[in-house]
């Protein structure tokens, strides 16, 4: 399998798979340089650490063939798993539901917003279209265990005007994460102008209290740091 990073920290072990079946102009993880291991090397640093959580995220995890077995043996070894996704593949997160205990999805924009999607992900409209097709599927599954739904606040595509419109496809889940725009360099590259971070600090504020309505918990992640909310 093909991964950008394995790290350990604070209790959880991180594995970030290389590659994306998308072509977001503003990320970085599409053009990090990636190594290739085995899933016996992956079970062996995981063996060799006393961290009880997993997050596999990347780029994009369930492109890689071997994700579900390694996932089978992080299972019968007791860890508590989260499987990140863009949900292009909802048969992936099918078939990791029995094994994982959660699901972090990212979603860029409400999904009835084509031609913003296209914008922020690269693709074309009709791909754009099955895509919102598949990712209501994968919400579906992530939503009969446990979701975190991710999103990269990018003003233009996300804002307390169509915040209501992502709600309302988000029914079930457990909590929503708001990263503001370039506030992590790691994370982004500048887009549609903008190069510092965006929104302020305080319009995240407000979106969290218009979620908190829907759903129970908000974690903000920019410049001022992590804050949870909860209803
Ligand atoms: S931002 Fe996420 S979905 Fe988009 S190309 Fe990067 S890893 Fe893929």
Redesign the pocket.
């Known amino acids: 399998m093909h991964l950008i990073h394995l790290t350990e920290a604070n209790g959880q072990i991180r594995v970030e798979f290389s590659g ?1 079946n ?3 102009p503003y ?1 970085v ?2 053009h990090q340089p990636s190594t290739v291991h085995s899933i016996e090397e992956v079970i062996d640093f995981v063996k060799n650490s006393s961290a009880g959580k997993m997050y596999l995220g ?3 995890p369930t492109l890689q063939k071997d994700l579900i077995p390694l996932i089978e043996e992080l299972h019968a070894l007791g860890k508590h798993i989260l499987l990140k996704s ?1 949900g292009m593949k909802p048969e992936v997160l099918e078939a990791a539901l029995p094994f994982v205990d959660g699901f972090v999805l ?1 979603i860029k924009a409400p999904l009835d917003d084509i031609s913003g999607t296209v914008e922020l ?1 690269g693709m074309s409209e009709e791909r754009t279209v099955k895509y919102m097709d598949l990712l209501r599927k994968s919400l579906a599954i992530a939503t009969s265990k446990w979701l975190r739904v991710w999103i990269r606040v990018i003003p233009e595509y996300v804002n307390t005007k169509t915040m209501p419109r992502i709600l309302s496809e988000i029914k079930g889940a457990d909590e929503v994460m708001l990263y503001q725009f370039l506030s992590n360099p790691e994370f982004d590259m500048p887009f549609k102008g903008h190069d510092l971070p965006v929104p302020a600090w305080e319009e995240l504020e407000e979106l969290a209290q218009i979620i908190l309505e829907k759903v129970p918990r908000v974690m903000l992640v920019g410049d001022k740091g992590k804050v949870v909310l909860e209803k």
Request: aromatic content about 0%; overall charge negative.
């Open positions: 994306c998308m072509k977001c990320c993880h599409i990347g780029a994009e863009n990212e992900t």
